[in-house]
C-alpha cells in the first residue's frame, strides 16, 4: 500500500481530502500550527525489507485547533497507521491531505507537493496553555534510510525532531553509532539507542548493528542488575519553567508539566524542597483545561492522610498534593502545576548581583530573568532568547540521567540601578 493509499476507516476520503481549498473571499490567515514534547521511536524490522514502525508522541499547542497535520517524508512508503489520542487511549479518525488543505490548517507550506496526515483532535486544544496530545503509530518503507551492507545493517537518517529512540531487530548488537546515546536493553532483549538533541540542528544519525551470537532474546533476558540506573532519559516529558520575581524578595514563580500513566492514580505530590517555602499553589489538567483542586499538608497531616511521599516524613516537611480523576486503563492525565516559591539560599542578591544557583533534576527546564536585568554569567550551557517584554530566558535540557548545577549571574540594567 503506498501512501496516497494511505486513509483505511477514516470518515473522509482522501480524494476528496486531497482537492484544492477554493476560498470564497478575503479570509484571516488561520492561526499557525504549533506543537512541543514530540518524541519518535523507530523499530527495525528485518533486514532486508528496508522497513520500520514509526511510533510518534506530539503534543498540538494551537489554541482552538481541531486538527493536527503530520507531514510525510517524501521517499517513504507507510502502511499499518495508527492514531490515537493519548489522553483516553481512544483511536481518532484521520486521512492524508495535500499542501493546500494543510496550508488553509495552519501548516507553514514550503513545498506544494508534500502529504500530510491530517488528525482530527478529540476535542479542541484548550486556551490558555492547553493541549492535544497526539500518538501517531506507522511503518515506514525506506530503503534510503534502513539498508544492508552485507551482514551488517545501516540505519542512516537525518532526525529533526529533537527525542528519538531507534530500537535493532533481536539478535542484533550495536557496531557503531555517530551521535552520543544512551544505549539501553529492553525487556524482550533488543537493544535500543536513545537520545536527546540538544542542538537546534537536525541529527545526523548513523548506527551500524551486526548479528550477535549469545545475546539472549526471549521472553525470559534478565533484567540488568543495574536497572534503577537505566530509565531512558529521552522518553522523559517532564519539564519546568522559573519565573524570577526580583532577586530581593528571593521568589520565584514556577509551572512544571507531568503526565501521569498510571491506571487508577488519582493525586500528584510535590514535596517542597528543604529551605523553601511555597505559596500559591494551582494546577490544571492541559487535556480539559479544567482547574484541579490541591491541599498543602505539613508533618503528622502528611501522615494522617496516609501518603506515600517516597521519604520519611518530619515535623518540618511539607508537601502540595494536587488531585484529579483517576487515570483510566490505557489513558494518560497532562498536569500542569504552578506554584511560588521563596527560597534566600538559592536565590539571592549579592552585592547588587543577581545569583541563582539550583540543582536541576528534569531533562528540560527553563530560568526567566526578572524584568531589568542582563545576563552575565551562565555556568551550564543554555539556549538564551529574549521574551517579548524584554525578559531573558535561558532553556537548559540536560540529556543526561544526572543532575545540572545550574549557576546564574545578572546585573540590574543601568536605568534600572537604584
Known amino acids: 500500500m503506498t501512501i496516497v493509499n494511505l486513509v483505511r476507516g477514516c470518515t473522509l476520503g482522501a480524494a476528496l481530502a486531497l482537492a484544492p481549498a477554493h476560498a470564497t473571499g478575503a479570509q484571516t490567515a488561520p492561526p499557525r500550527q504549533t506543537e512541543a514534547d514530540a518524541y519518535t521511536r523507530y523499530e527495525l524490522l528485518a533486514p532486508g525489507s528496508a522497513k520500520f514502525r514509526i511510533v510518534y508522541d506530539v503534543t498540538a499547542t494551537t489554541a482552538g485547533a481541531t486538527h493536527y497535520f503530520n507531514p510525510i517524508r517524501a521517499g517513504s512508503i507507510a502502511t499499518d497507521e495508527h492514531v490515537s489520542d493519548r489522553a483516553t487511549g481512544k483511536p481518532l479518525v484521520f486521512d492524508v491531505v495535500g499542501a493546500a488543505v494543510a496550508r488553509a490548517g495552519g501548516v507553514r507550506v514550503s513545498d506544494s507537493l508534500q502529504q500530510y496526515i491530517r488528525v482530527t483532535l478529540a476535542r479542541p486544544v484548550p486556551a490558555n496553555g492547553g493541549e492535544a496530545r497526539v500518538l501517531i503509530d506507522k511503518t515506514y518503507e525506506d530503503a534510503k534510510s534502513y539498508f544492508t551492507d552485507g551482514t551488517t545493517i545501516v540505519f542512516n537518517r537525518p532526525l529533526g525532531i529533537k527525542r ?7 539478535g542484533y548488537e550495536l557496531e557503531s553509532c555517530n551521535y552520543p546515546s544512551q544505549v539501553l536493553q529492553e525487556a524482550d532483549g533488543r537493544i535500543a539507542i536513545s537520545f536527546w538533541n540538544a542542538t537546534p540542528a537536525e541529527a545526523p544519525l548513523i548506527l551500524r548493528a551486526r548479528p550477535v551470537v549469545g545475546l539472549g532474546t526471549g521472553p525470559s533476558v534478565a533484567r540488568s542488575s543495574a536497572q534503577a540506573r537505566l530509565a531512558e532519559r529521552a522518553i522523559q516529558s517532564r519539564e519546568i519553567v522559573y519565573s524570577l520575581q526580583q532577586p530581593e524578595t528571593h521568589a520565584f514563580d514556577l509551572y512544571h508539566d507531568y503526565t501521569e500513566s498510571r491506571a487508577g492514580i488519582d493525586h500528584y505530590i510535590n514535596v517542597v524542597r528543604a529551605g523553601s517555602r511555597v505559596a500559591n499553589p494551582s494546577a490544571r489538567n492541559l487535556d480539559t483545561g479544567e482547574s484541579l483542586r490541591h ?43 504552578s506554584e511560588t516559591y521563596t527560597d534566600s539560599a538559592r536565590y539571592r542578591l549579592v552585592n547588587d548581583e543577581l545569583v541563582w544557583d539550583r540543582g536541576f533534576g528534569r531533562p528540560a527546564n527553563a530560568v526567566i530573568l526578572p524584568a531589568g536585568w542582563v545576563l552575565t554569567n551562565s555556568a551550564i550551557p543554555a539556549t538564551v532568547s529574549t521574551l517579548p517584554d524584554g525578559r531573558v530566558r535561558l532553556d537548559f535540557i540536560n540529556p543526561r540521567p544526572d543532575e545540572l548545577a545550574v549557576l546564574i549571574t545578572a546585573r540590574r540594567r543601568a536605568a534600572s540601578r537604584r
Open 164 to 170: 528519538n529512540a531507534v530500537v535493532l531487530p533481536k
Open 295 to 337: 491541599d498543602v499538608l505539613t508533618g503528622a497531616a502528611i501522615t494522617a492522610a496516609k501518603l506515600d511521599i517516597g521519604e520519611p516524613v518530619t515535623p518540618a516537611t511539607e508537601v502540595v498534593v494536587f488531585r484529579f480523576a483517576p487515570v483510566a486503563p490505557g489513558a494518560t492525565t497532562r498536569l500542569r502545576m
